[in-house]
């Protein structure tokens, strides 16, 4: 009879427990999605200030502004940073397909990047001497 109790209030105690902590994992990984997005949402807007700011650096005014190349590479180095510090928080709500596509377009952009590099190579190769 005694074991019966003893039994009794084992199961009642890990019931308890069971649904406790079965509540506090519900409510971290609630938490945790929202830093994920809060996170993806920050690169993506340091992303799109990158493209523009890109864009603006491009401009004929503003082509060779040391200023503006000093800023695109701060912003380079801080998306790099967020990415690689909380890449994996963010690749929890990611679908994977969205990452794929996310991992091309890096890949596209880096080659448009090298082509640029060899055209700015081309086009600056040398300065004019006074006899030519």
């Not at 996170?39 to 992303?47: A, C, K, S």
């Not at 890109?54 to 190349?69: K, T």
């Not at 679908?95 to 082509?115: K, W």
Request: glycine residues 4%; without cysteine; hydrophobic residues 40%.
């Amino acid at each position: 009879m005694e074991i019966n109790i003893v039994l009794g209030l084992t199961l009642l105690v890990s019931a308890i427990t069971n649904v406790m902590l079965f509540r506090l994992a519900l409510w971290q990984s609630k938490d945790l999605t929202l830093v994920s997005d809060n996170i993806g949402d920050l690169v993506e807007i340091i992303e799109n200030y990158k493209n523009h700011l890109r864009d603006v650096y491009q401009l004929e005014a503003f082509y060779g502004d040391e200023s503006l190349e000093s800023l695109m590479q701060h912003t380079n180095a801080i998306r790099t940073i967020l990415e690689e510090q909380y890449g994996d928080v963010i690749a929890i709500t990611t679908p994977i397909e969205y990452q794929i596509n996310e991992e091309e377009e890096n890949a596209e952009a880096n080659s448009e990047e090298e082509s640029t590099k060899k055209e700015e190579h081309v086009l600056y190769a040398g300065s004019r001497r006074r006899d030519s």
